[in-house]
């Protein structure tokens, strides 16, 4: 060896792979204000789209005039449901098997619903169009509280349900019920709580708030008459799905539709989901002849596409007296707005929550969903979030504290005595579940010495003395949070989405000179795929991952995938990156061993090549393989080093975590400041060190904006109080508190490489560290659950009910 | 509707255009220029996303009519990397820092955060917080962008960049 050889090492280093803070291929655009997004895209001859929205949140509709919308310069067309009945496109199916209005049919059924469809030359001829539309409506009873839904002498808001008693989850106990959900031992669990030396009841509200990605939701149709060929540009999470479900509503041929989702601003579950902009812009530009664009703006991001959340959970915990828990029981009131557009699995419409016993050791529970219909935007999707874990992990996380307190005994105690030991996994939860594996204790340990959780709860004591004391207006709230998610839907087993399993995959082609590509069924809207997916490449098979280039998004280059959300592209797509990989480095093997004249068996794999066993100099690099894949191949074998592998995930993977908020609030003013917020994360395999704690930072921001304030709210008349940026809670840097991060490392068993998934993991932890550094705070002043969010006016009031304003 | 003459300059090139009156300095970048890296995340002047430096000052260009730039001075973020291609220190700083993730803020939040160094060459993090309270992040939690301004900063006045501990 010369001194130019390189070390280990620098062979590992140069590789960028699994481990490596390796920096963002996507940055060098997007930096410079290079990306692509969908509103950038610009066709010959486009035209622009437009909603006529409803002002009222349910009314029958009398007439649509059109007339002079028509005559407005630069109009060309107005589309109404009855256009699009000609079509058979005034509804369209909805991901939970419900129907949606594309444009209103008769009524309409929420504040902002979609009406007519204006299109112009330009966007401002459009708004131009809008506004010379005449609607006459006739304003109809509204129903806003999902708890007077099912009463005898609520409005009935869907007719076109009527007489049906039954719907796509089983049957249906109301006009204004959608399903009722039911899992666990009712029996036992019932057993269990009149056996309970203590119990807790309370109503734990989720309330609704929206995902709110900077970009909206957006798109650009162009039907090429000649060749029957529909080509649509949107921010698609799922631009596969997306394809297949226009091919099903449109009968335009499969083959003959392209869904390229571009750069993507930003998801967060808001566009997992297809909404009525895109079936109105594809069918404008097959009536026009021309490309028709849709762009949301926010007020309308806001108030009609996809809420999240919504869930009130009636949470029961049995327990000795020692603070051994022995059953829950949970009974959800989920609000669905008109239509039940919830993204989930189609086989989940309370999604995964039956998660809900989090990481604790319930000998038996029992859960029921029921979901009703209110005059509210439609949706129910995932935030940030893997189908309602969200929601379960705050109903089980609040419930703890709440357990706790009236146990008097230190939340953090509690925990520990009914977590899940590591010597369980796999573990079989009450409500159905295998978490694959776990270690809780080391975890929760670790965040408790890392703060010192001792002293904080000595430094609250002696806070609370000296309030009681009249010494200070300032009250100190301690937040834990010990949260499981599950992720990475899912398994074909019990996964589909409009009966499609949930796999994903991947496609990798090395070239000759030891470059390649590799095309994924995902699709990435800031989590940073083009760099992280290279780097499970680059440490499977050797090719430094800036030689591999990572493309998504076009329907026609990439192998079929169910899309990114719900925490499920590192979970499936990561391992089908890392299965695709190893059918290449398998053919790698045969050609290294042909090449240097061994058996296959003689070799062993170094780092970035092939080298036979016992005598080190006898190497083959993979880049020299990808040369010989090209032109010396062993006999019989094809050319080419190329594969593609379809992952069906044989179980989820269930990350986890040990959060904590110290908190002091302002009795007076109510007024709060998070003085520290730690963040320990489980992901299993860390892939990139700098995008975790990247995306932990970004998931705790929306977890912190959602506890203390995000919030869609409707006043009693149905009117929609937060649409617009003005009164929707969206934290800036100033009020955004400094993140602490951490992690432990229990891979996945099952995985490929181990890993977990991480991007929603904060927000589904965040949000009950949060609400319980508020409870915390003032449960010395008798609080038991204050309900979210815990905006300074409600902290205020909090203070107020308990007594505790000043004179 | 009558189209009315405008003129001003954008990233160091004069340019002209025929538009309505009521077409927003946003639209008249990204649609007659082709400048698309200007986004538009609100339309309200609440998320920052269109934040162009006219005249010396950070404005949001989705409330600002084009006719009222006429003569201005106009920065957006095509014109913030060198002249040889490089990155600014503010672009590199984003990148090194991971200041960035879907990348729809970026834009805005680079053109402000060049304007906020020039107004304060040396701001420490409350500084930094407050001069980007403009420009919304839905990603980042804003730590590493304060972090990469701060990058910046360093990078500009000669000094070493010293990260703060966690």
Known sequence: MNDMTPTREQREAKLEGMGCKRKRVEDVRFTQGRGQYVDDVKLPGMLHGDFVRSPHPHARIKSINTEAALKVPGVLAVLTAETLKTVNLAWMPTLAGDVQMVLADGKVLFQNQEVAFVVATDRYAADDGINAVEVEYEPLPVLVDPFKAMAADAPVLREDLAGKTTGAH?????????????????????????????????????????????????????????????????????????????????????????????????????????????????????????????????????????????????????????????????????????????????????????????????????????????????????????????EAAYCIERGMDILAQKLGMDPAELRLKNFIKAEQFPYHSALGWEYDSGDYHTAMKKMMETVDYAGLRREQAAKRAAFKRGETREIMGLGLSFFTEIVGAGPSKNCDILGIAMFDSCEIRLHPTGAGIARVGTKSQGQGHETTWAQIIATEIGIPADDIMVEEGNTDTAPYGLGTYGSRSTPVAGAAIAMAARKIKAKAQMIAAYKLEVHEGDLEWDIDGFRVKGLPEKVMSMKDICWAAYNSVPPGMEPGLEAVSYYDPPNMTYPFGAYICVMDIDVDTGVYKVRRFYALDDCGTRINPMIIEGQVHGGLTEAFAIAMGQEIRYDESGNVVTGSFMDFFMPTAVETPHWETDFTVTPSPHHPIGAKGVGESPNVGGVPAFSNAVNDAFAFLGATHIQMPHDFWRNWQAAKKLGALAA | ????????????????????????????????????????????????????????????????????????????????????????????????????????????????????LQENPSPDEAEIRMGISGNICRCTGYQNIVKAIQYAAAKINGVEFQEAAE
């Open chain 1, 170 to 390: 089983g049957p249906r106990k109301h006009h204004n019920h959608i399903f009722e959900w039911t899992v666990g031992d009712k029996e036992l669990t019932d057993v269990a709580f009149s056996k309970a030396e203590v119990t807790i009841k309370e109503m734990i509200s989720y309330h609704r708030t929206h995902p709110s990605p900077l970009e909206t939701c957006q798109c650009l149709c162009s039907f090429d008459k000649i060749k029957g060929e529909l080509t649509i540009y949107g921010t698609f999470q799922a631009p596969h799905v997306i394809r297949t479900v226009v091919a099903l509503i449109s009968k335009i041929p499969e083959h003959k539709i392209h869904v390229i989702a571009p750069d993507i601003g930003g998801g967060f579950g808001n566009k997992v989901g297809a909404y009525p902009g895109y079936i109105c812009a594809a069918v404008a530009s097959i009536v026009t002849g021309k490309p028709v664009k849709w762009v949301e703006d926010r007020i309308e991001n806001l108030t009609s596409t996809s809420f999240a959340r919504d869930y009130h959970m009636t949470t029961e915990i049995a327990a000795t007296k020692e603070g051994k828990v022995t059953g829950l029981r949970v009974h959800v009131l989920a609000d669905h707005g008109a239509f039940d557009a919830c993204a989930d699995p189609s086989k989940w419409p309370a999604g995964f929550f039956n998660i809900v016993t989090g990481s604790y050791d319930f000998p038996t529970a029992h859960l029921a969903v029921d979901g009703v219909y209110t005059n509210k935007a439609p949706g129910g999707v995932a935030y940030r979030c893997s189908f309602r874990v969200t």
């Open chain 2, 1 to 116: 509707m009558a189209k009315t003459h405008v003129t001003m300059k954008v990233n160091g090139a004069e340019v002209e255009g025929l538009i309505e009156p009521r077409t927003l300095l946003v639209h008249f970048l990204r649609e007659n220029l082709q400048l698309t890296g200007t986004h538009i995340g609100c339309e309200t002047t609440h998320c920052g996303a269109c934040t162009v430096d006219l005249d010396g000052m950070s404005v949001k260009s989705c409330t600002v009519f084009a006719v009222q730039a006429e003569g201005a001075d106009i920065l957006t973020i095509e014109g913030v990397a060198h002249a040889d291609g490089t990155l600014s220190a503010l672009q590199e700083g984003f990148r090194m820092m991971h200041g960035l993730q879907c990348g729809f803020c970026t834009p805005g939040m680079i053109v402000r955060a060049q304007r906020l």
